[in-house]
Every structure is written in structure tokens, then in C-alpha cells.
């Protein structure tokens, strides 16, 4: 594990939950970029389809994406997580690799609980109907470059 998981991991033993800013837009429009993100510890028993993961992915990288499903292989369980706007699952990763689970997001105006009846549904709807993913992945990656390269083709890339 990469020491900036474990760090996390710690922090989220120590203080019951973590505050980290997003990065990317791979959960657009649900996560947008700065968007401050609160993660807790999960029971590995919890965690829903639809539920956003932090993980370290088979990449080393930290990720946020929903859960899927999983699957025992080799006896161990290995997930398998998406991001809203991508088009395919990520690689699957041993459970092991859970940071946290998202309760919240602080965007500029308001904050969501994931808890909310609401976003339950709204995170089944991104988990269960690939077409939305797809309609997501067009405006973001064609569109929004698109604006994004008008303003400043330099500073910016998806």
C-alpha cells in the first residue's frame, strides 16, 4: 500500500473520518473538481452497490469511485469500482485497498449527506443504467474540453 493510503487509513482510525479535496472528473457531475470529500471507515461488510469507495487503485493511485460488485478469486475478495463518466469498470483490487466510504461532499454553496433518500437513488441510477455514464462521458470529455480549451488550451487537460 502507498504511503499516502496508509497516512489516510491512520487518519480515518484516528479522527473517525477524512476531509480531502477532489481531483479530476471522472465522477462528474455528482463530484466536481475542489469539491471537499468526507470519508469514513467502512465495515467491508456495508458498503452497497452505488456507495462511492476510496481506494488505492491496482495503479497505486488513490481513487474515488462507486462500488459495483465483487467477487472472491484466489480467497480473497476483489472489488470492482466505477467512475461515473468513465466508460468501463476500474481493474479489480483486493478489499484490502478500502480507504473509507464517502457520507458527504462540501460544494461551494451546499453540502450533500449520502445518506439522503434521494442520492441513495441517484447513486443506483449511475451504478445500474450504463446509458447515463455514457451521455456523462460525451458532455465531459467533448464538450467541457471543448469550453476548457477556449479559455486557456494550455492550463487544462481531461
Known amino acids: ?18 476531509e480531502i ?14 469539491d471537499r470529500c468526507t470519508f469514513q471507515d467502512v465495515d467491508k461488510t456495508l458498503y452497497k452497490r452505488g456507495d462511492v469507495l476510496l ?8 481513487t474515488g469511485h462507486r462500488f459495483v460488485k465483487s467477487q472472491k ?11 461515473d463518466t468513465n466508460l468501463f469498470p476500474d481493474s479489480p483490487f483486493p478489499e484490502h485497498k478500502i480507504i473509507g466510504k464517502l457520507i458527504r461532499i462540501k460544494k461551494t454553496n451546499k453540502t450533500i449527506d449520502m445518506n439522503q433518500p434521494l442520492i441513495k437513488i441517484y447513486n443506483l441510477f ?9 451521455l456523462v462521458h460525451l458532455y465531459v470529455y467533448k464538450i467541457l474540453k471543448k469550453r476548457n480549451e ?8 481531461y
Not at 1 to 18: H, W
Not at 73 to 83: A, E, F, H, T
Not at 126 to 134: G, P
Open 73 to 83: 478469486r484466489d480467497d480473497l475478495l476483489w472489488i470492482i469500482c466505477k467512475g
Open 55 to 62: 481506494f488505492e487503485s491496482s495503479e497505486g493511485v488513490l
Open 126 to 134: 449511475f451504478t445500474n443504467i450504463r446509458l447515463l455514464s455514457i
Open 1 to 18: 500500500m502507498i504511503v499516502q493510503a496508509k497516512v489516510l487509513k491512520k487518519m480515518i482510525k484516528t479522527n473517525g473520518y477524512i
Open 21 to 34: 479535496p477532489s481531483i479530476g472528473c471522472s465522477m462528474y457531475p455528482f463530484i466536481k473538481e475542489g
Open 150 to 157: 477556449g479559455v486557456n488550451e494550455h492550463t487544462r487537460s
